[in-house]
């Protein structure tokens, strides 16, 4: 076998290691910033008495920045935009999907089965990581796809 055929038949391997580092480094990321989204609903809610759905707002988008910047820092080596400006608001306008996921889970949580929200957020937490990182690894962190 000759070398270029040695190193197209590596590819799928290298692609599948990188596929696995940055999931793994943005869960650990994720986990940096749900410590500061969960911490800010429980104090918002708890301490400041805000409604549950208005804390978690407000904790989910402060959760956002810190999970932008680990992601920028730390997990994604490929970047499609160059404006940094522009790609914080891709990334955050992504994020309002695992937003509304979780604040529909939430509501039904709370409101429908009687659940607290401190235990509610436990289950929307899953469904809000697999949204964003699939979104935003697909449309702003990977090579923009070839011309034919």
Known sequence: ???FGQATS?????????????????FMASVVALAVDYGLLIALT?????HYLISST?????????QYLLSIALVFRSRRLSDQRM??????????LGLAATQLILKASVDG?????????V??????????F???????????????
Request: overall charge positive.
């Open 87 to 96: 790609e914080f608001v891709a990334f955050f306008g992504l994020g309002l």
């Open 46 to 50: 708890e301490l400041a008495h805000l």
């Open 58 to 66: 407000i904790s989910y988008s402060s959760g956002s920045v810190v």
């Open 10 to 26: 590596n590819l799928p391997l290298r692609r599948a290691r990188l596929i696995f580092r940055e999931t793994w480094r943005y």
């Open 113 to 121: 089965l009687g659940l607290s929200y401190a235990i509610a957020k």
């Open 123 to 132: 289950g929307a937490v899953g469904v809000s990581f697999v949204l964003n």
């Open 134 to 148: 699939v979104a935003r690894k697909a449309l702003l962190f990977s090579k923009a796809p070839s011309a034919p």
């Open 1 to 3: 076998m000759s070398l």
